[in-house]
C-alpha cells in the first residue's frame, strides 16, 4: 500500500495534470505533495487546482500537502518575434533592458539590473546553462557579447550569472501578490526561491506571522551565497529543497553531487524536512521508462537521506504524468524494502528539548519493544516531524482533528496521517487507535504501539508523555479495500 512508502513524492501540476480528474490520478499514484509553480499560470489557474485538491483530498481521505513555489527574482531574456533565435559560436549579441522584441543579434532580458551585474569577462548562461556567451562590454542599458556555446534560444528561456552579486531582492512585487494570493487560499508550504541569506526567511515568515497563517516556509538552495550560509538558512527554515536546475549552473555541474549530499546531511542534522528536485526522471517527459541513471539518481537521494523527492515537468506538462509518479514511487519502496538504515539516534546530546527528549523516547522505545507504530496524537506536527527526523523502522502515524496539520506533514519523511475524532480520556484514544490501527490493516491485535500525548488530556496539554499499549482489536477487521483511506488501499487502480 501506499502508506507503505517512507519518503514522499512532490509533484508539479501543471496542463497535464491540473484537471479534477487528472489530479485525483495524481493522488492515486502515490503524490503527496502538490507544487503550483507561480512562475507559471493565473491565480485563476491555481485557485481551481486549490479547490480541486481540497475535494479530492476529504473524499479519498489522503491528505495532501499544497506547496506554494514563488518565482524569485527569476532572470530570463524576454520575447522574440519568431519565438526564438538561433545563436552560433565566434558570433556577437547585444543584451537590452528595453521593452523590443528580440531578432537575431538582439537578446531582451527583463532583469533591468542585468548592466550593473556585468563586468568584461562576466558569464552569461542560458536555458539552464544549454548556452553561453562571454561579456565584451557594457554600454548604458546594453551589454555586449560573443557567443561560446550555441544553439536555439526561445521565448522567456532562463539567464544566470554565476559568481555575480545580483543587485536583487528574494521576493518580488510579483512574489509578494502571489504571496498574498497563496495565504488567502490556505496554501500549506511557501518555497523561496534564489535564497541567500537567513534574512530572506525571516521576511517571508513575517509576512506568513502577520497574516496570521499556519504556512511553513522552504528555503531554495541554488545560489552560491546560500551554500556559504547554509546552516544558518536552515535553522530558520521549516524545510529546505536542494534545487539542482540553477544550483548546478551556479557551481558548475561536476561539483553538484557533493553539495547536494551536504545539504541533505545538515537538513538530516537539524531535523529539517528536504526535497531534491529537478531533471529526477526528466526523460519520462517524453519516454514511458526512466533511464537507468534516472533510477539509480532518485535510489540514491533516497539512500542519503532526503525526505521527498520532486517531479517538474515530468507531471506538469509531460505525456506520463501518472507513470512518472508511480515509477518514483516503486523505485523508493524498493530502495527502502533493503534498506537497513533506521534509527538515527545518538544519546551524546547533553540536552533537549520537550518534544524532543519525548520524541527520542518514543524512538527508543519503539526500537527495544519492537513496536509496530508509533503514534503521534499532534495539534501542530511538530513531535511527529522530530520522530520522523530519527528515522525509525516503526511506523510514524501522526492522528489529530485538524485537517490542515495532518496536511503540512505529507512532506516528512515516514509520517502517515490519518484523523481522529475529539477526544477527551486515555479510553476515548485507545478505542480509537485500536480500531483504526486494525480496520485499516496497520496493526493487528497484540502488536505493541508508543503513544506521544499531552497529559492532562482534557486539558488539551503539549506532548508531554509516552504511552506503551498493546491494540486490542479483537471486536474489528480489517475494511475491504473500497472502504479504506486511499493510501490504506492494497494497489490504488489510477485509472
Same mark, same amino acid.
Given at each position: 500500500?501506499?502508506?507503505?512508502?517512507?519518503?514522499?513524492?512532490?509533484?508539479?501540476?501543471?496542463?497535464?495534470?491540473?484537471?479534477?480528474?487528472?489530479?485525483?490520478k495524481?493522488?492515486?499514484?502515490?503524490?503527496?505533495?502538490?507544487?503550483?509553480?507561480?512562475?507559471?499560470?493565473s491565480?485563476? *489557474?491555481?485557485l481551481?487546482?486549490?479547490?480541486?485538491?481540497?475535494?479530492?483530498?476529504?473524499?479519498?481521505?489522503?491528505? %495532501?500537502a499544497?506547496?506554494?513555489?514563488?518565482?524569485?527574482?527569476?532572470?530570463?531574456?524576454? #520575447?522574440?518575434?519568431?519565438? =526564438?533565435?538561433?545563436?552560433?559560436?565566434?558570433? /556577437?549579441?547585444v543584451?537590452?533592458?528595453?521593452?523590443v522584441?528580440?531578432k537575431?543579434?538582439?537578446?531582451?532580458? $527583463?532583469f533591468?539590473?542585468?548592466?550593473?551585474?556585468?563586468?568584461?569577462?562576466? /558569464?552569461?548562461?542560458?536555458?539552464?546553462?544549454?548556452?553561453?556567451?562571454k561579456?565584451?562590454?557594457?554600454?548604458?542599458?546594453?551589454?555586449?557579447?560573443?557567443?561560446?556555446?550555441?544553439? +536555439?534560444?526561445? *521565448?522567456?528561456k532562463?539567464?544566470?550569472?554565476?559568481?555575480?552579486?545580483?543587485?536583487?531582492d528574494?521576493?518580488?512585487a510579483?512574489?509578494?501578490?502571489?504571496?498574498?494570493?497563496?495565504?488567502?487560499?490556505?496554501? $500549506?508550504?511557501?518555497?523561496?526561491?534564489?535564497?541567500?541569506?537567513?534574512? $530572506?526567511?525571516?521576511?517571508?515568515?513575517?509576512?506568513?506571522?502577520?497574516r496570521?497563517?499556519?504556512?511553513k516556509?522552504?528555503?531554495?538552495?541554488?545560489?552560491v !551565497?546560500?551554500?556559504?550560509?547554509?546552516?544558518?538558512i536552515?535553522?530558520?527554515?521549516?524545510?529546505?529543497m536542494?534545487?539542482?536546475? $540553477?544550483?548546478?549552473?551556479?557551481?558548475?555541474? =561536476?561539483?553538484?553531487?557533493?553539495?547536494? /549530499?551536504?545539504?541533505?546531511?545538515v537538513?538530516?542534522?537539524?531535523g529539517?524536512?528536504?526535497?531534491?528536485?529537478?531533471?529526477?526522471?526528466?526523460?519520462m517527459?517524453?519516454?514511458?521508462?526512466?533511464?537507468?541513471?534516472?533510477?539509480?539518481?532518485?535510489?540514491?537521494?533516497i539512500?542519503?537521506? +532526503?525526505?521527498a523527492?520532486m517531479? =517538474?515537468?515530468?507531471?506538469?506538462?509531460? /505525456?506520463?504524468p501518472?507513470?512518472?509518479?508511480?515509477?518514483?514511487h516503486?523505485?523508493?519502496?524498493?530502495?527502502?524494502?533493503?534498506?537497513?538504515?533506521?534509527?538515527?539516534l545518538?544519546?551524546?546530546?547533553?540536552?533537549? =528539548?520537550?518534544p524532543?527528549?519525548?520524541?527520542?523516547?518514543a524512538?527508543?522505545?519503539?526500537?527495544?519493544?519492537?513496536?509496530?507504530a508509533?503514534?503521534?496524537?499532534?495539534?501542530?506536527?511538530k513531535?511527529?516531524?522530530?520522530i520522523s527526523?530519527?528515522?525509525?523502522?516503526?511506523?510514524?502515524?501522526?492522528?489529530?482533528q485538524?485537517?490542515?496539520?495532518?496536511?503540512?506533514?505529507?512532506?516528512?519523511?515516514?509520517?502517515?496521517?490519518?484523523?481522529i475524532?475529539?477526544?477527551?480520556t486515555?479510553?476515548?484514544?485507545?478505542?480509537?487507535?485500536?480500531?483504526?490501527?486494525v480496520?485499516?490493516?496497520?496493526? #493487528?491485535?497484540? *502488536?505493541? %504501539?508508543?503513544?506521544?500525548l499531552?497529559?492532562?488530556?482534557?486539558?488539551g496539554?503539549?506532548?508531554?508523555?509516552?504511552?506503551?499499549?498493546?491494540?486490542?482489536? !479483537?471486536?474489528?477487521?480489517?475494511?475491504?479495500?473500497?472502504?479504506?483511506?486511499?493510501?490504506?488501499?492494497?494497489?490504488p487502480?489510477?485509472?
Amino acid at each position: 500500500m501506499l502508506a507503505d512508502r517512507r519518503a514522499k513524492i512532490v509533484a508539479t501540476i501543471g496542463p497535464a495534470t491540473r484537471d479534477e480528474k487528472n489530479l485525483e490520478k495524481a493522488i492515486k499514484a502515490g503524490m503527496n505533495v502538490a507544487r503550483l509553480n507561480f512562475s507559471h499560470g493565473s491565480h485563476e *489557474d491555481h485557485l481551481k487546482v486549490i479547490h480541486s485538491l481540497r475535494k479530492l483530498s476529504s473524499e479519498l481521505r489522503a491528505p %495532501v500537502a499544497i506547496l506554494q513555489d514563488l518565482q524569485g527574482p527569476k532572470v530570463r531574456v524576454g #520575447k522574440f518575434e519568431n519565438g =526564438s533565435i538561433q545563436i552560433t559560436p565566434g558570433e /556577437k549579441v547585444v543584451f537590452t533592458t528595453a521593452a523590443v522584441l528580440g531578432k537575431p543579434g538582439l537578446i531582451p532580458s $527583463d532583469f533591468k539590473e542585468l548592466p550593473l551585474a556585468c563586468v568584461p569577462g562576466t /558569464k552569461i548562461l542560458l536555458d539552464d546553462g544549454l548556452l553561453e556567451v562571454k561579456v565584451l562590454q557594457v554600454r548604458g542599458e546594453e551589454v555586449d557579447a560573443e557567443v561560446i556555446y550555441g544553439g +536555439t534560444l526561445k *521565448d522567456r528561456k532562463g539567464m544566470n550569472l554565476p559568481g555575480a552579486n545580483l543587485p536583487v531582492d528574494a521576493m518580488t512585487a510579483k512574489d509578494l501578490e502571489d504571496l498574498e494570493f497563496g495565504l488567502a487560499n490556505k496554501v $500549506d508550504y511557501v518555497a523561496l526561491s534564489f535564497v541567500r541569506h537567513a534574512r $530572506d526567511i525571516r521576511k517571508v515568515r513575517e509576512i506568513i506571522e502577520a497574516r496570521k497563517s499556519s504556512a511553513k516556509v522552504i528555503a531554495k538552495i541554488e545560489m552560491v !551565497e546560500a551554500l556559504e550560509n547554509l546552516e544558518e538558512i536552515c535553522r530558520v527554515s521549516d524545510a529546505v529543497m536542494v534545487a539542482r536546475g $540553477d544550483l548546478a549552473v551556479e557551481v558548475g555541474q =561536476s561539483r553538484l553531487p557533493g553539495f547536494q /549530499k551536504r545539504i541533505i546531511q545538515v537538513c538530516n542534522q537539524l531535523g529539517k524536512p528536504v526535497i531534491t528536485a529537478t531533471q529526477m526522471l526528466e526523460s519520462m517527459v517524453e519516454n514511458p521508462r526512466p533511464t537507468r541513471a534516472e533510477i539509480t539518481d532518485v535510489a540514491n537521494a533516497i539512500l542519503d537521506g +532526503t525526505d521527498a523527492v520532486m517531479l =517538474s515537468a515530468e507531471s506538469a506538462s509531460g /505525456k506520463y504524468p501518472f507513470k512518472c509518479i508511480r515509477t518514483m514511487h516503486e523505485i523508493i519502496t524498493e530502495v527502502e524494502r533493503n534498506e537497513e538504515e533506521y534509527y538515527k539516534l545518538s544519546l551524546e546530546t547533553e540536552f533537549l =528539548s520537550t518534544p524532543s527528549a519525548i520524541a527520542a523516547s518514543a524512538s527508543l522505545s519503539a526500537l527495544k519493544l519492537n513496536a509496530t507504530a508509533i503514534i503521534c496524537l499532534t495539534t501542530s506536527g511538530k513531535t511527529a516531524n522530530i520522530i520522523s527526523g530519527f528515522r525509525p523502522k516503526a511506523r510514524v502515524i501522526s492522528v489529530t482533528q485538524h485537517m490542515d496539520v495532518l496536511n503540512s506533514m505529507e512532506l516528512m519523511w515516514g509520517i502517515q496521517t490519518h484523523i481522529i475524532k475529539p477526544y477527551k480520556t486515555m479510553e476515548d484514544i485507545l478505542s480509537q487507535v485500536d480500531q483504526l490501527m486494525v480496520t485499516n490493516g496497520l496493526a #493487528k491485535t497484540g *502488536d505493541r %504501539v508508543i503513544l506521544t500525548l499531552g497529559q492532562p488530556i482534557a486539558q488539551g496539554v503539549k506532548t508531554n508523555s509516552i504511552y506503551v499499549h498493546t491494540v486490542n482489536g !479483537e471486536g474489528y477487521s480489517k475494511l475491504p479495500d473500497e472502504q479504506l483511506p486511499l493510501r490504506c488501499q492494497t494497489d490504488p487502480n489510477v485509472g
